[in-house]
């Protein structure tokens, strides 16, 4: 197993990270059980889960996942220490967690307790806002005039920023959390964390975790580059495209179990017709070459410049397995260039 260090925090993190969030849904305790104990015997070391889990998100299942890795820590306690925890609060607009309102101080210092309960754990190593509170270019919100920069009042949300610093400054001192991170946010989010961290001497935004793939590699360069020069870990989320990239979809199927075969929070805006060409291009090289379309799309992101760790997701352990193995692949320049040339055909599949 490869390591990296998660920005500016001086943790040693693998590089690849046990995505969790199907836990409670399509998974069970004891698959999670399962699941764990491979990664760990892996050399896995990093673990990421938030409170909305599992998904499809429900008033149901809210916090179920949370609850199953905290049964596990509560059964082998001496092993907490084995891996870096990282979980997320819920951003605004989910009816059943804390009314649908926005990430404020007061709700940072509730969640992180609530989550603690939980995880039946006594620290969050890599604490997130799942998140912002503006509505930001993700889960498909991208392209040009979709949402409105210029309505967003910057100095409104530059406040809540150093609120809710604030209330994570007073969660380090009393041992709750280590360390802060972002999700779905832009640069512009970063560099107003950053500044305020420097400016009040508030806890600092070691990480941010964005959707990152083949089929969506939107923050390759800018916002990448920015992680890189303010020593802020980039941790892609659904390198699999939701799963597209296994090329389990392709010609319309929907496996019965699989996630595409059940409602989606943001619908299935990943299923276009040239998402499933650029699948079945990428399909054609990974076979070409002797590896699975999974591991191409995994290897493939592991070997951009200026991510740290990758976070992957199974409800196998067959699919865990596949997905681990990719990580020791070496993709060469013939294979790195063929897949060029299928990015540029469909640079934005969705």
């Known amino acids: 197993m490869k390591f990296s260090q998660l920005g500016a925090s001086g943790l040693s993190v693998s590089r690849v990270c046990l995505g969790t969030m199907t836990w409670g849904n399509q998974n069970t305790q004891q698959d999670a059980n399962e699941q764990i104990e491979y990664a760990l015997a892996q050399g896995i070391n990093f673990i990421d889960t938030a409170e909305m889990y599992a998904v499809p998100p429900s008033a149901e299942t809210y916090g179920a996942t949370e609850t199953i890795i905290g049964n596990w820590i509560n059964a082998n306690k001496a092993r907490r220490e084995e891996f870096i925890l990282a979980s997320k609060i819920a951003g605004n607009g989910v009816p059943w967690i804390r009314n649908g309102g926005d990430i404020t101080g007061e709700a940072v210092t509730k969640a992180i307790d609530d989550s603690l309960a939980r995880l039946q754990t006594d620290c969050i190593d890599l604490y997130q806002l799942h998140w912002p509170n503006r509505t930001s270019p993700h889960f498909g919100k991208h392209m040009p005039n979709f949402i409105s920069f210029t309505d967003v009042d910057g100095e409104q949300h530059t406040q809540q920023m150093r609120e809710i610093l604030q209330a994570a400054e007073q969660a380090v001192k009393a041992g709750k959390i ?4 972002l999700s779905d946010d832009t640069p512009w989010g970063i560099n107003q964390f950053v500044q305020l961290s420097k400016e009040f001497n508030l806890p600092r935004i070691t990480s941010i975790q964005n959707e990152f793939s083949l089929l969506h590699a939107k923050d390759w360069p800018y916002l ?7 020593d802020v870990a980039y941790l892609p989320w659904s390198p699999l495209g939701g799963g597209v ?4 979809y392709l010609n319309g199927a929907k496996p019965e179990g699989s996630r595409w075969s059940q409602a989606q929070r943001n619908g299935l ?3 276009t017709e040239n998402t499933h060409k650029a699948v079945a291009a990428y399909k054609q090289i990974a076979e070409q070459h002797g590896m699975t379309a999974s591991q191409l799309a995994l290897a493939w992101c592991d070997q951009v410049d200026g991510v740290t760790s990758t976070i992957i997701g199974a409800t196998s352990m067959a699919q865990l397995k596949e997905d681990i193995d990719a990580f020791a692949i070496e993709l060469s320049e013939e294979i790195l260039q063929q897949v060029a040339e299928v990015q540029q055909q469909y640079p934005a599949p969705f």
């Open 245 to 248: 990239l296994s090329g389990k």
């Open 269 to 271: 805006f990943r299923d």
């Open 224 to 230: 990448i580059e920015n992680c890189v020069h303010q």
């Open 178 to 181: 280590r360390y802060l991170g």
